[in-house]
């Protein structure tokens, strides 16, 4: 039995990136992708890589324990200590290498933890942390570098790009390990196969969604989501560049605030009150402004050698002038800042919203407006280009990973455990960690794929739920919920999962949005999210505190007004949030993860 502990909170911190997180609410769907092409050679260099079972070919390496600390689930997860995991036993039995103690960071920062644990000398072994902490937490002096050993990462490299591994390091140093890393997409055989897996999905983020009956009645053509639908049910297949066009297209700032205005003009009302043209939650502000800057964030401009961030990043005070003179014009929401969430969900949901970005839960408010009218569908629509760049990101890529693997400096036989862990990268690990080992007798062989003996199981997989006797992955820790899997690093794209046994439904609404937002992601390292102590105080700032002050000033009498308020505002920001200091420290994350570009 793993021990568990869990630090509970005595203190309260400041530090917000959490909240910058849900905000974001990327996602990956990691279970339903791979690499189909980590050779059978990359396997054989991993020390123990047998592809047919867990007895050791040869005498048996000493046990290895390791303890761990999550610094990036608030909660014990289910799978660990699971009595029913099929998984995480075959993999101990072929490793000889185990937990030994999980800890959790409970409600406490990760700053607190890792300095309380310093003190007391008892750093875990193996810490999972949200990428940003990274520096500060090598800055201790008890981490392992792990640049002597990166050859020994065959599988992890398969996947992870050269713009990874430099968010990986600092000052050439490697401090951590990829996990859910996005697949290197400058490896053409990877990148083919990726672009033509019907079955993957990339990192996403959002875009503007247009009620399609407004659209049409204000002369645009498209094709409408209930036609895609059909396409895609009746032939499964990528989404193309004419599922997306939209025509008169919308593909500057002046065409999108046409369309609102178009919307306005229409005079329409639902139940006795007038249509919202645009509404957006008080945390989307800060992706609404690429209609003017490159990002809401770090940015670095290469041409000036200069990063800038939040408030300061160019276009922004034009940005917020503009906001303001829609509130004022009956165009955006006039109380779109104190919207609750059910509030939002109602207005979305009844139709008194013609273009938004975010709904608490957009299927109900979709399904909700298809009742009423068949033809009130959401429609994703392509971001205009900014106004103050030459290109916008909503949201900095992740290309190793949100939360990365950092190794104490006390392990004492760093190699095996790496090699360990490059496993859950090999193409053996994939297929262990997603079906379970053949002896658990959860899957058989039918037409050349693995199936699962118990269809019903498959159903509650499918399905998000579970079977009448309580069932699905996490019960048996399969598809990546085992113990082994949840303090191992994992690969971001596996084609080995149950997903590719049976047949694809397609949804259009989703896959649409993913084609259009994942291109809003930065993937050329222009955008960053804070990745250093200074940085993350001013991202803390920006959220808890920054943020509210401009709102305030969105009600400024006149541009006179708005221009003293906004300097205020903007010094307050610089003065209050470190920002020269932060403005430094990305200055030289940006420069070690564009190093060679």
């Not at 000052?171 to 400058?186: C, F, I, Q, S």
Request: with cysteine.
């Amino acid at each position: 039995m793993v021990k568990t502990k869990r630090i509970s909170s005595m203190i309260t911190v400041s530090l917000l990136l959490t909240s910058l997180m849900a905000a974001c609410g990327n996602n990956n769907n990691a279970n339903e992708s791979s690499n189909a092409n980590a050779s059978a050679s990359a396997d054989a260099n991993t020390d123990s890589a047998s592809n047919a079972t867990p007895e050791a070919s040869k005498e048996p390496e000493k046990p290895l324990e390791y303890s761990f600390l999550d610094l990036y689930r608030s909660a014990k997860p289910v799978g660990i200590d699971n009595p029913n995991d099929v998984v995480t036993p075959w993999v101990e039995k072929k490793f000889n290498i185990k937990l030994k103690e999980y800890t959790t960071g409970g409600d406490r920062t990760a700053t607190d933890v890792l300095n309380m644990m310093v003190a007391a000398g008892n750093l875990p072994d193996v810490v999972i942390v949200p990428h940003p902490f990274k520096a500060q937490f090598y800055e201790t002096g008890q981490f392992a570098d792990l640049s002597e050993y990166k050859d020994l990462l065959v599988n992890m490299n398969q996947y992870t790009s050269d713009l990874g591994w430099n968010n990986l390091s600092l000052d050439g140093k490697l401090v951590g390990l990829p996990n859910t890393a996005e697949p290197d997409m400058t490896k053409p055989d990877l990148a083919s196969q990726v672009n033509s897996d019907i079955f993957y999905q990339p990192l996403n983020n959002w875009v503007p969604v247009v009620r399609e009956d407004i659209l049409k009645q204000l002369g645009y053509t498209f094709k409408p989501l209930s036609q895609l639908q059909g396409e895609l049910d009746a032939n499964p297949r990528q989404i193309a560049l004419d599922d997306a066009t939209l025509e008169p297209a919308i593909n500057t700032f002046e065409d999108f605030e046409k369309l609102l205005y178009q919307i306005k003009d229409l005079h329409l009302k639902v139940d006795g009150k007038e249509l919202i043209p645009l509404e957006m939650p008080d945390w989307g502000a800060y992706h609404f402004s690429v209609l003017f800057s490159p990002t809401g964030g770090w940015y670095y401009d290469k041409a000036a050698d200069k990063v800038t961030g939040y408030l300061d990043n160019p276009g922004m005070k034009e940005y917020y002038q503009t906001l303001a003179k829609w509130m004022k014009d009956g165009i955006l929401d006039k109380n779109w800042l104190i919207n609750k969430p059910e509030q939002a969900q109602e207005k979305i949901a009844s139709g008194r919203v013609a273009v938004t970005m975010w709904a608490p839960d957009m299927t109900a408010a979709r399904n909700a407006l298809k009742a009423k009218n068949p033809e009130a569908e959401m429609h994703p629509i392509n971001w205009p280009a900014p106004k103050y760049a030459e290109k916008s990101y909503v949201d900095a890529a992740s290309p190793a990973g949100w939360p990365i693997f950092m190794i104490n400096k006390n392990v004492k036989d760093i190699p095996r455990l790496l090699k360990y862990f490059d496993w859950f990268y090999s193409e053996e690990g994939k297929d262990i960690t997603a079906w379970g080992p053949e002896e658990a007798g959860l899957w058989e062989m039918k037409d050349g794929k693995k199936v699962f003996k118990d269809e019903k199981l498959w159903e509650a997989i499918r399905d998000t739920k579970k079977t009448e006797d309580g069932k699905n992955q996490e019960y048996y820790g399969i598809l990546g919920t085992s113990e082994s899997s949840i303090t191992a690093p994992a690969p971001g794209y596996n084609n080995k999962t149950p997903y590719y046994s049976y047949p694809i439904k397609l949804d259009a609404y989703d896959r649409l949005h993913i084609y259009l937002s994942n291109p809003k992601i930065s993937y050329d390292g222009s955008v960053l999210p804070a990745m250093t102590g200074a940085s993350s105080e001013t991202n803390g700032y920006y959220w808890s505190t920054a943020r509210q002050k401009v709102a305030q000033i969105l009600s400024a009498k006149s541009d006179a007004a708005f221009d003293k308020q906004w300097d205020e505002v903007v010094n307050d920001f610089k003065q209050k949030s470190n920002y020269d200091a932060a403005v430094q420290e990305m200055k030289k994350a940006f420069d070690n993860v564009l190093s060679g570009k």
